[in-house]
């Protein structure tokens, strides 16, 4: 594991936000949603928990990398970490972790899912988790998202808006696809897709992701 960049033993992620806070060599640190992801990537060896290195474009101009685990990047969206409410029975602040869990669950299991994308080579709408996120790329207003089918394992490419990234359960209802099947090796990919995005020249085609 990289010594320079240090895992924080504290909670990354705020939900009242939906920012993930990274260290930033500049400003201390920096709070970014989803989006402002560029590139994830699973530490080979890192299992209890798995450990993902991400690297961020930073507010102050630069790219860093920084370490979060699967339980953030994946769950602390959906259930926070060390949530506390203030239960107007009792007027005691209570935990509420477990049970925003459990409505999470629910509506995963009522066909809700709380991050979804097109998966090219498979001509379907899938769910899936911030960890399958391999690539990012935001412009203005949309962000091309490189994603790992956990069903087929292969990449494909959307064109979606930064709520669909960064706003847990709210998918568009249709994204672009890149019509381009990328292949295994993710250097190839990023290298590939970031030029595609840089060349705007991709070809796209609009499909559904709403049932
Ligand atoms: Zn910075
Ligand atoms: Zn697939």
Not at 35 to 48: C, I, K
Request: charged residues 25%; aromatic residues 10%; proline residues 7%.
């Amino acid at each position: 594991m990289p010594s320079n960049v240090p895992i924080h033993n504290w909670h990354m992620y705020d939900e009242l936000t939906g920012r993930y806070t990274f260290p930033c060599p500049v400003q201390g640190e920096v709070r970014l949603p989803l989006s402002d992801f560029r590139v994830l990537e699973r530490l080979p060896g890192t299992a209890h928990p798995a450990v993902y290195k991400v690297t961020f474009a930073c507010a102050c101009g630069d790219d860093h990398e920084g370490l979060v685990t699967h339980d953030e990047l994946d769950w602390a969206p959906l259930a926070g970490k060390d949530t506390r409410y203030v239960n107007l029975m009792t007027a005691q602040a209570e935990d509420a972790g477990d049970e925003l869990l459990d409505l999470a669950a629910r509506r995963i299991r009522a066909g809700q899912w709380p991050w979804s994308f097109f998966c090219y080579p498979e001509e379907r709408a899938r769910p899936v988790f911030p960890s399958a996120f391999r690539v990012l790329s935001a412009g203005e207003e949309r962000v091309g998202v490189a994603v790992e089918c956990p069903a087929c394992e292969r990449t494909s490419v959307n064109l979606v808006t930064r709520p669909h990234v960064d706003v847990p359960f709210y998918n568009d209802r249709r994204v672009d696809v890149i019509e381009h099947i990328f292949c295994a090796d993710r250097h190839d990919i990023v290298a590939a897709f970031r030029a595609e995005l840089d060349s705007g020249a991709f070809d796209a085609r609009r499909r559904d992701l709403a049932a």
